[in-house]
């Protein structure tokens, strides 16, 4: 049983456009939600995170969006740049779980120049 | 910064080999995790390790075991290597659960085929 989902295995988005991907979560627990962002051939790069007591947090081009009562959760890149190009994780954990983090199955964000 | 190393960036070894793949951090961290990546799947938990000598499983452990026996250095063991675990390896050391940033820090990954 997948407790947090990607939906979109890919995403195609133009230059300077906004980019948006999604997730859904089942476990009403998570208390905090973060997004990694992965290149070929490297680990996965640590990229914004998001505790269950807000609904937003911003950081430059990047924001995430949390809403609680659908237990869903979406990340915005705008403007999108092709260096964005990359497979997207998100991921959820639960404070005092020691760091566990249960990850969402990637979206591969496409930005075409 | 936060520096994780793996021991190779590729590795190609044929089925019934035993395979180590190594991951060392540079801080004090006490929680390590090694994870695997396949297309579509995401990050799966194979093991995780809280503390010298202490190691839990997590979602796939089969046909893999762990060894940490110094607190900046945590083994993942492939005790028969087989075909369907080629894949991405990806070790991530986790900051202490007392402060509030609870992200996990990962390596390069280690591409690991079996032939």
């Known amino acids: 049983d997948q407790q947090v989902k990607q939906n979109s295995p890919s995403l195609s988005v133009q230059e300077g456009r906004i980019s948006i991907l999604n997730c859904d979560y089942t476990?009403?627990?998570?208390?905090?939600f973060l997004w990694y962002k992965k290149y070929p051939a490297e680990g996965p790069t640590f990229l914004i995170s998001?505790?269950?007591?807000?609904d937003k947090n911003e950081d430059g081009r990047f924001t995430v969006f949390l809403n609680k009562s659908a237990k869903h959760l979406s990340l915005h890149i705008v403007p999108s740049q092709p260096g964005d190009s990359a497979v997207y994780f998100c991921?959820?954990?639960?404070?005092?779980?020691?760091?566990?983090?249960?990850f969402g199955g990637g979206t591969r964000l496409m930005v075409k120049p | 910064d936060v520096k994780v190393t793996q021991s190779s960036r590729y590795l190609v070894k044929r089925t019934g080999e035993k395979v180590f793949l190594e991951c060392v951090q540079d801080?004090?961290?006490?929680?390590m995790f090694w994870y695997r990546q396949d297309p579509g799947l995401g990050l799966r938990l194979i093991y995780f390790?809280?503390?010298?000598?202490?190691?839990e499983k997590g979602d796939i452990p089969e046909g893999y075991s762990v060894s940490r026996e110094k607190k900046e250095r945590f083994s993942l063991i492939l005790e028969s290597a087989s075909t369907n675990q080629t894949s991405m390896y990806l070790c991530?050391?986790?900051?202490?659960?007392?402060?509030?940033?609870?992200?996990?820090?990962f390596g390069p990954g280690t591409r690991l085929t079996v032939t």
């Open positions: 991921a959820a954990g639960l404070s005092g779980a020691g760091n566990m983090l249960t």
């Open positions: 476990n009403s627990m998570f208390d905090y």
């Open positions: 998001i505790s269950s007591i807000k």
């Open positions: 801080m004090d961290h006490e929680n």
């Open positions: 390790s809280y503390d010298v000598k202490m190691k």
């Open positions: 991530a050391i986790g900051t202490e659960h007392q402060t509030v940033r609870y992200e996990q820090y």
